[in-house]
């Protein structure tokens, strides 16, 4: 797609309500960090600390931050995240900071704030030809777990287990060297970076934005995929393609 196709595609998916709930209700951020990121943005990759306790003030922040400004054909074609782990309390509404910067939790404060853990495994691939192959070492993976649940980010995959990630008690390290085990012993491309309190992770049911080259973008549902589905992978059956309308 080109710049006003996507623009046009980013808006209708996200001014969709029915799109909306389904990230809202399965994101569960009253309990998370919520964050923006895009790496292809000169300025501004990445907007975080947000909180986010209601459907309405979720839609709220979009607008401000991303539709508003796409209306007026510029950029803001932001992907969405939130927090790998879980907190005991709501993030403070600092959406808008201005006065409220000083509200914001101190690193120290947030470790004291942390309720769970979850096992999350991050599968990255270079190049979308790598998909295919990628989802084999997400099968032989998910043979090891207990209850997985795997998604498709775009360009690679992230697997989550709840049941498993109970038995580690919230230690990271332990999650940090069970997956180690997996990357000797599987495959390399597993993200070891990705355990560390402050990581963030995409959004599932949201928009995965991509710029491949200047005013090019591609686009993803970040969806959940059965292990039937990855036995004979193709992310085409997850990328958004532009209509035209008229």
């Known amino acids: 797609m080109n710049k006003q196709q996507a623009l046009k595609t980013y808006i209708e998916f996200y001014s969709n309500k029915e799109n909306m709930i389904k990230i809202y209700d399965n994101a569960s951020l009253n309990r998370k960090e919520f964050a923006f990121y895009n790496k292809s943005f000169k300025n501004y990759q990445m907007k975080r600390h947000f909180g986010i306790c209601t459907f309405e003030f979720f839609q709220d922040v979009i607008r401000f931050n991303c539709l508003n400004w796409c209306k007026q054909g510029i950029n803001k074609m932001y992907n969405l995240y939130y927090s790998m782990v879980v907190y005991d309390r709501p993030l403070p509404n600092l959406a808008f900071m201005g006065k409220n910067r000083d509200l914001r939790w101190s690193f120290e404060e947030t470790m004291t704030y942390i309720k769970s853990i979850p096992l ?29 649940k795997v998604y498709f980010t775009g360009m690679g995959f ?34 070891m970076k990705i355990y560390d309190y402050r990581r963030i992770l995409k959004i599932p049911n949201s928009l995965a934005v991509y710029e491949d080259f200047p005013d090019e973008f591609r686009m993803f549902i970040v969806s959940e995929i ?5 036995k004979n992978f193709d992310y085409k059956n997850y990328e958004v393609t532009w209509k035209d309308k008229n």
């Open 226 to 230: 059965s292990l039937n589905e990855l």
């Open 158 to 191: 992230h697997i989550y287990d709840d049941e498993l990630g109970n038995k580690f008690n919230n230690d990271l390290k332990m999650i940090t060297g069970f997956v180690q085990e997996l990357k000797d012993n599987v495959t390399e491309f597993i993200d």
């Open 120 to 148: 999350v495994i991050d599968l990255d691939s270079d190049s979308l030809e790598d998909l295919k192959l990628h989802a084999e070492y997400i099968i032989k993976i998910c043979k090891r777990l207990s209850n997985p």
